[in-house]
């Protein structure tokens, strides 16, 4: 997680570059699992260049198996018939 802050902060410090040629950061995934200074980090590197519009990069950051699984079962239950709430692997794979 260290190196994630430290590279997005050099993005941040040569900005120019990203801005020279339009480039967006969007950082996807929960950041809210990512450590406070990472957050901040990514945080500031997407305000840098919220305004680029030639080209995006997403990075995918914060995907977990255990929080995909739990997001699974957390989408399944809210989905849930009540007349039968048994969930099946097709709920969680949908």
């Known amino acids: 997680m260290q190196l994630a802050?430290?590279?997005?902060?050099?993005?941040?410090e040569h900005g120019d570059i990203?801005?020279?040629?339009?480039v967006r950061l969007n950082v996807l995934g929960r950041t809210s699992l990512l450590p406070e200074k990472v957050q901040l980090a990514v945080q500031k590197a997407e305000y840098i260049t919220r305004r680029n519009t030639r080209a995006i990069l997403n990075l995918c950051m914060s995907y977990?198996?255990?929080?995909?699984?739990t997001t699974a079962?957390?989408?399944?239950?809210r989905n849930a018939d009540p007349s039968n709430p048994q969930?099946?692997?097709e709920d969680i794979d949908a």
């Open 87 to 89: 969930i099946t692997e």
């Open 18 to 22: 990203l801005d020279e040629y339009g």
């Open 73 to 77: 079962v957390e989408s399944c239950v």
């Open 5 to 12: 802050e430290e590279k997005l902060l050099e993005l941040c």
């Open 64 to 69: 977990t198996s255990r929080d995909e699984i």
